[in-house]
């Protein structure tokens, strides 16, 4: 067999989706398995959806997640221009081989003559309007009109868009590697525009071109695509292609998270309010928030059964039709920007300014995400490997991806689970790696500290975080004094009975000899002992002073890490706290 070429070929219309990161993956691993090539290929042919800094985006994505292309943009590579705007010449060209071989013609019809034949099948009462082998000689085209009067539309430049010449009644079978085999009849297809007005091609012609010229073997691309796949056998065809055609995967769709996994108990009002607020600001005023809200409380008060209790009922008026029927799309389907902003996730993989705030949002890698966990994140959503092993390394990915165990059917978007494999990653990485994402983190907030110092932090932190920049938020107190104490413990807990014997055990730590974790330990332990103390008598106290909190690692760990003077120091403090919150009540 050839050798292997995928290519990834997306639009720069804006931030790319986690699921176009997905795409990539696959393409990467497949090409890395079988030692084939990976390449970026830019579809940037609609001038109207082109948005500035789209490209950049992709390409500082695909390195940020290290699914770099061997060959692209930038990078170079035999096949080049990978940029299919600067590659109009080509198009040209191929259109050419369409039109002499009767497979394309010209379609002088303006946007005008269009909408009249869409009203005029509309006023007859037959389905809606298809241009295609039934009503192509009633348009303006070159098969329906006299060669003489398109040869001086032509010459006198009259706008035209190129269509292709949708045979009819054939059926199309295509053996998709993912959805096996898939039929297509040409009767359900039209005569789509492969060149517009404006001389660019549009994607089908510029994709199948380009797919052929580059040799792509493989082409794994969202499920999305897969209807226009028969036009573009179709085309193969029509150029005499059909032999190196590339073979098919495509791949299921990412999904909202389940409601399940988000709405229960404790955050159903939470979201009965967020919901109908949502659904006020894109409906009408007829409706009341509280008659919203009401309906969404009903339809969330049993988590488990959401679904059904948005089934439309008998007796259900047209205000709770509606907004059944809105929190059924805003809850099942596809998963979009609009989920993620209301549940609080990422679903691009970088943060984007677009022009408005609807189009900005903060990606996975500022929400402290690792790129090895979102890839691994990521490779799971629509593929499984048949065992009970869940981290793979990029290696392991590539061992043990194949095409074969990637599902037909759409994947649910699991934030939990995300945030699940960014511990996982961050607690295999060892303690300096961590220690210098640190020391990057602090310099941004203007601190530093020792190398030694943050090794020692990250070791203690590590597993209790989902990520990195939470160690300087929950572990704040390894690089300030302590902000505020649990007040409601230090009323339960700071006996003025007892303040001789923990003022002698500030003493008493104050002066250990050695300050190491396990001399602290001991030290406090006899202590506590021979005063007759027990553990809930002195911890909460002792965890308090130095971290002004009771949760934490091991608060011997804590001391020996600040250090005796800085120990001493915040029990002076702390104690001091104690006594005067105690006097207050
Ligand atoms: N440009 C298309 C996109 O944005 C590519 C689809 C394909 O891979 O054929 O997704």
């Known amino acids: 067999m050839s050798k292997m070429r995928l290519r990834f070929a997306p639009s720069p219309t804006g931030a790319l989706h986690i699921g176009g990161i997905r795409t ?56 080049g221009p990978y940029r299919q705007s600067e590659r109009r010449e080509i198009y040209q060209k191929y259109i050419k081989v369409l039109l002499d071989g009767g497979h394309a013609y010209y379609a002088f019809d303006t946007a005008e003559d269009l909408d009249a034949m869409r009203e005029k099948v509309k006023a007859e009462g037959k389905h809606t309007f298809q241009y295609d082998a039934s009503t192509r000689m009633q348009m303006k085209n070159s098969l329906s009109l006299p060669e003489n009067e398109v040869k001086v539309l032509l010459e006198n430049g009259a706008p035209y868009t190129i269509r292709f010449k949708m045979p009819e009644s054939q059926t199309v079978t295509i053996n998709d590697l993912i959805r096996e085999e898939v039929t297509f009849s040409t009767d359900d297809l039209d005569d789509k525009v492969l060149m517009k007005s404006d001389g660019l091609p549009t994607y089908h012609m510029a994709n ?10 493989h082409v794994v691309r969202g499920v999305e695509w897969l209807p226009s796949t028969g036009l573009h056998v179709l085309m193969y065809r029509a150029f005499g292609w059909e032999d190196t055609m590339p073979r098919f995967a495509h791949l299921p769709l990412i999904m909202k998270p389940s409601p399940s996994s988000y709405i229960n108990k404790k955050t159903k009002e939470e979201f009965a309010e967020k919901f109908s607020g949502e659904f006020l600001r894109s409906h009408d005023s007829d409706f009341k928030m509280d008659e919203v809200k009401k309906i969404a409380q009903m339809v969330f008060n049993n988590p488990k059964d959401i679904q059904s209790q948005l089934k439309i009922g008998k007796k259900d008026d047209e205000k709770k039709q509606a907004v059944k029927g809105f929190l059924k799309d805003a809850m099942y389907g596809k998963l979009s920007k609009r989920d993620g ?160 014997k923990m003022d002698a055990l500030a003493n008493l730590i104050k002066g250990i000899p050695s300050f190491d974790a396990g001399t602290i330990e001991t030290a406090i332990k006899q202590f506590m002992e021979d005063n007759e103390l027990g553990f809930g008598d002195v911890f909460p106290i002792l965890r308090l002073a130095v971290s002004g909190t009771t949760q934490g690692p091991s608060v011997f760990d804590i001391m ?6 800085e120990v001493g120091q915040r029990m002076d403090t702390a104690y001091q706290y104690f006594d005067e919150v105690k006097e207050k009540v």
């Not at 052929?212 to 073997?217: A, K, N, P, Y």
């Open 560 to 565: 020996a890490l600040l250090g005796q003077d």
């Open 341 to 500: 902003d209301r549940l609080g996730f990422p679903v691009f993989p970088l943060s984007w300014e677009g022009k408005s705030e609807d189009d900005s949002f903060v990606g996975f890698k500022e929400m402290g995400f690792d790129p090895d966990a979102v890839n691994n994140f990521l490779v799971f959503l629509g593929w499984n490997p048949g065992t009970e092993q869940e981290i793979f390394s990029m290696d392991e990915m590539i061992d043990a991806f194949s095409l074969e165990r990637v599902g037909k059917s759409g994947a649910a978007f699991d934030y939990v689970k995300a945030r699940w494999y960014n511990q996982q990653y961050l607690m295999k990485k060892d303690n300096s790696t961590i220690a210098n994402e640190l020391d990057v983190l602090l310099s941004e907030k203007g601190m530093g500290a020792h190398d030694d110092f943050l090794q020692g932090v990250a070791g203690m932190m590590k597993e209790r975080v989902h990520f990195m920049p939470e160690i300087l938020e929950d572990g704040y107190y390894f690089f300030e004094p302590v902000k505020s104490y649990d007040d409601k413990t230090i009323q339960k807990r700071w006996n003025p009975e007892r303040k001789d």
């Open 24 to 79: 990539a993956l696959y393409d990467y691993l497949l090409a890395k398995k079988h030692g084939g090539t990976f390449i970026l290929r830019i579809e940037d042919t609609d001038q109207k959806r082109y948005v500035e800094g789209a490209e950049e985006y992709i390409i500082d994505a695909l390195k940020w997640c290290g699914l770099e292309p061997d060959e692209g943009p930038g990078i170079g590579g035999d096949y």
């Open 208 to 217: 199948v071109v380009d797919d052929h010229l580059m040799e792509i073997t």
